[in-house]
């Protein structure tokens, strides 16, 4: 594997970014994950480690850090760590979708806006596997990346107070799952009625940087099923191990 | 329990925050004003992490059903016990009836009540803090009741704090953020040396600041946030992300406010002045 010219810097007094080149890429996120997955096998405890994209996001919570100290040992865990056994753990994950209208309220104009069919919309959605670049913004807010050139589109105009939790949308080069009710500008196109955030669940968010979606087009007769199905607790979102 | 009367303009249960979790995007929360919390339940010889009340500008109207012992910190908010004015930084034994209430708010903006063992409010992924949708409410409602342990008595070894409080303070102490470097001569003239107010929008996610400054027309991926991180929007506006502020964003952080510094914004509000002063 490739190794990247990584930079180290100061960020407050009990934080550090670590930035690999500022572009878009599933080698570089893979070479991130190889490296935090290399961090936390050292056993320091107090850290949080936030990756996203290009970047990892390194937190402190005991004390201040020791700028020159800890830079050392970063760069020592990243150019020594080994690469095979320092695999982080992935998944595809299968999510449903409902696209009926009632839930993917802006569909039929969407699909009119990229020139495609509904039918076409759901086919090209439901074709792709998107890679989660960074969890954030809401908790289990999953960056997604990887979306079709022919299902970009400006997000709306007017943002709406209220897209309900679970909503699915497109927005720019990327489409998304609203983890909870919030307002939003998203052009909403269906609904996944599996919960991505439940801070009940031992572990409250079931993808992690660098797994991999796809969505599954489902009827409005299974979507409530699944969302039974999930509020019981006997709902398993179907995945796949990506390094078997 | 504690019984709430009145809840006040915006009340919630903190501790220290929810560590942990900011990888699924699970803000830290917690109190605001660390400074002050740690103080409160040092004088209650609790955890400095115990969870208390944090009460926002106007106070609540509580009634202790056990009798225990509590301090106050923070704001100055003109609290009565059975309509006695009472200080902050006193320990005060409270006994089963007492009323304690709040009035006018004379300096800062956050007060904390903390409670002998702290409230006994179930932790959400290792912290009492309350912040929708991890906890199921986002802050306290009329007639709620909180739990608490009763406690007859107690000795503090210390029974009074002389605090020299910093409410006028102006100048925040920042470090340079990953982004300082996008800064033009005339941005940074101006971060550092004029005065800037807190707007309206102010509120435990992020307190943003009504002059704006030059914009930018910086592009970046997003990367991970903190609290006290100071971002600029294209248009130039300055945000502070505080306590319940997301976990990563897309504008350029060019200061990184310190931990000191972020317990002086907290007790910062509509209208109060600050500056910044850059610190290695």
Known sequence: ?244 | MLKVLKSGFFTTIQDLGRLGHRSIGVPISGAMDHSAVKKANLMLENNAGDAVLEITMTGPTLQFELSTFICLSGALMSPTLNNKPIDNYKVIPVKKGDILSYGRLEAGFRNYLAIKDGFQTPKMLGSASQYFPVTARKCIKDGLEIEYKGTESFEPILTELKTEEQFALESMNVYKGPEYGILSDSQLKKLFSQPFTVSKENNRMAYQLSEKIEGHSHSMLTSGTLPGTIQITPAGKLIILMKDGQTTGGYPRILQMSEASICNLAQKKFGDILSFKLIN
């Open chain 1, 1 to 244: 594997m490739k190794k990247y010219p990584i930079t180290i810097k100061p960020f407050g007094e009990r934080a550090i970014l670590v930035e690999w080149p500022n572009q878009v890429e599933e080698s570089i996120l893979q070479d991130i994950l190889g490296f935090t997955t290399a961090f936390e096998e050292l056993g320091i405890s107090g850290w949080e480690l936030v990756p996203a994209y290009n970047s990892v996001t390194m937190i402190y919570n005991l004390a201040t850090l020791d700028f020159d100290q800890i830079k050392q040992t970063v760069l020592d865990c990243y150019s020594k760590r080994n690469e095979v056994e320092s695999q982080k753990e992935r998944f595809l994950w299968k999510l449903p979708v409902c696209y009926d209208k009632e839930f993917g309220i802006d569909i039929e104009e969407t699909a009119q806006k990229l020139e495609l069919s509904v039918e076409q919309l759901i086919q090209e959605h439901t074709s792709f596997e998107y890679t989660v670049f960074g969890i954030g913004f809401l908790p289990g807010f999953m960056y997604l990346g990887g979306l079709p050139k022919t299902l970009e589109l400006p997000r709306r105009d007017e943002p709406r107070l209220h897209v309900a939790k679970g909503s699915v949308g497109l927005a720019g080069k990327q489409t998304g799952i609203y983890p909870q009710d919030s307002p939003g500008g998203w052009n909403i196109i269906g609904n996944c009625p599996v919960s991505i955030f439940d801070a009940s669940k031992e572990e409250p968010c079931f993808v992690s940087v660098g797994d991999k979606i796809s969505f599954q087009a489902i009827s409005r007769a299974e979507y409530d099923l699944h969302k039974i199905e999930g509020e019981v607790g006997i709902y398993k979102v179907e995945k796949i191990d990506l390094n078997a």
